[in-house]
């Protein structure tokens, strides 16, 4: 089993995006920061928060499940907000996808926020709500299920440093696994954490057994040239013993967004 996790950075890389993602062979997808819109709107928009300006695809969702006939996807938004076309506004939904090839059921699944609550009528303050998906699949190959959870961390201005809101973030990402997660079986989390390698985060996972394959295996950098600022640490990837870790790649070509994928084939 294939899975890739990628922060799609709202589609701004579009074509490469696009493209690796329809060759990537994975068989299940945990993508963060991925736009939908109507269908009658403008492919291009603009995300504007103070001075920061971000092209973002519209109908991001749309296109990436075009290019995935074979898997169901799922859309978990954290909230609905404008984007720009010139000056005219366009609401649009901004979350999480997960899409999973339907040769593997799912048998389990449960989404939630992990902070904050959904805003139906704009981004909100900072720092703004967060969501996280686990699904539970089924191999009919290797005869063994797994669960798979991913999330999108919540981004504070002042870093990525522990504050309340992590700690409890990390309870409550925690509290929706253990719905999902029988505890004897393979389990992998994974997504844009937003943290440092030395978060209270890992310790809260870790009590599940949770191990993180980015910093265990010496890798010191998850995102690529198209982010400027110091501090590489964002994405990762755990795994608890019974995951048999045939290949992890922190993928550095190509560069289809701001953030590396987390590419990991297990039995």
Known sequence: MRIISLNAWGGSIHAPLIDYLAHAEADVFCLQEVVRSAADTPEWLEYRDGGT??????RLYDEIAAVLPDHDGYFIPFARGDLFHGETLFPSEFGIATFVRR???????AADFIHGRFSPD?????????????????????????T???????????????????HAQADALVELIERVWPDDERLVVCGDFNVLPDSISFEKLGRLGLNDLVTSRG????RTSLYPKEGRFADY?????????????????????????LLIELA
Not at 129 to 136: D, G, L, Q, T
Not at 138 to 146: E, L, N, P, T
Request: glycine share 10%; aromatic share 8%; net charge negative.
């Open 103 to 109: 040769s593997y059921p799912v048998i389990g699944q």
């Open 53 to 58: 300006r971000l092209a973002q695809r519209a």
């Open 122 to 146: 704009g981004w909100g303050e900072h720092p703004r709500s967060r969501n996280a998906h686990c699904i539970r699949l089924f191999d009919y190959a290797g005869g063994f299920s797994v």
């Open 237 to 261: 990837m755990l795994v608890t013993p019974e995951v048999v870790v045939e290949r992890f790649e922190v993928v550095e070509q190509p560069e289809v967004s701001d953030h590396r994928a």
């Open 219 to 222: 890798f010191t950098d998850t």
């Open 148 to 166: 798979i959870a991913q999330l999108h961390g919540l981004r504070d201005p002042a870093g990525k440093g522990d504050i309340p809101a992590r």
